[in-house]
């Protein structure tokens, strides 16, 4: 079964507000964890990654939180826009495994809503 | 531009005639990768490749070949297509590098009638 899994499969933001996606892996050995997001009718495409050594990690509105006690990622959106409405992903890489093998969630629609 | 490129985007067949999507990428990447989407499922890789004449399964190879005579290129084949290979096929590619940026193509929308 899949390692890397969502817990929402659905989340609906008003415009403005913040997004948060969650997601929980179950193999401790990964260790690299990325965050893609597909719009309708394209490829995913990334938006941040990080280490398993690190908890946080910022980008241009987007943060994402590593706890790797409970083995949980969360991809969060600062000030929602309607162009950020897409299927969010998360994929990890196992430590051990083939570079660049990675394995992915089952995704969740985000709308944003104005 | 850099890009990955598929061909074609949308295809309908019948069960049984072979058919080949192709994947090309212009990165001079190593790795490459076909993974297909289904609803409810994510992205589930099917085959991929390290590099030239370098090929491996992924989760879910079965129905499917690929080959890697030239870097640039990964085509997927279906030699007998079924229903259950419909789907959105995507391939992908990447340095080979831990860390590296995986670029992914528009995707093909296969129907298998």
């Known amino acids: 079964g899949e390692s890397v899994g969502l817990h929402l499969p659905t989340l609906s933001v008003q415009e403005g507000d913040n997004s948060i996606i969650n997601c929980a892996y179950s193999?401790?050995?990964?260790?690299?964890f990325i965050w893609y997001k597909q719009e309708s009718g394209k490829g995913p495409q990334f938006i941040i990654d990080?280490?398993?050594?690190?908890d946080k990690r910022q980008g241009q509105r987007v943060t994402v939180l590593l706890n790797k006690t409970v083995k949980h990622l969360s991809l969060q959106i600062a000030a929602t826009q309607p162009g950020d409405s897409a299927v969010y992903f998360c994929?990890?890489?196992?430590?051990?495994?083939?570079?660049?093998?990675?394995?992915f969630g089952r995704g969740t629609q985000l709308t944003v809503w104005p | 531009e850099a890009q990955v490129t598929q061909n074609p985007r949308y295809l309908i067949t019948v069960t049984g005639k072979k058919l080949t999507v192709t994947c090309s990428q212009n990165?001079?990447?190593?790795?490459m990768s076909w993974y297909r989407q289904d609803p409810g499922l994510g992205l589930r890789q099917i085959y991929y490749?390290?590099?030239?004449?370098?090929?491996d399964k992924g989760d879910v190879p079965e129905g499917y070949k690929v080959s890697r005579k030239e870097k640039r290129n990964f085509p997927l084949i279906l030699e007998s297509p079924s229903p259950n290979q419909t789907s959105l096929y995507f391939c992908?590619?990447?340095?080979?590098?831990?860390?590296?940026?995986?670029?992914f193509g528009p995707g093909t929308r296969l129907t298998v009638l």
């Open positions: 992908a590619s990447s340095f080979v590098r831990f860390d590296a940026e995986q670029f």
């Open positions: 193999n401790s050995a990964s260790d690299y």
């Open positions: 990080i280490r398993s050594n690190m």
């Open positions: 994929a990890e890489k196992q430590r051990g495994s083939t570079l660049g093998r990675l394995y």
């Open positions: 990165m001079n990447h190593e790795y």
């Open positions: 490749s390290m590099n030239v004449e370098v090929t």
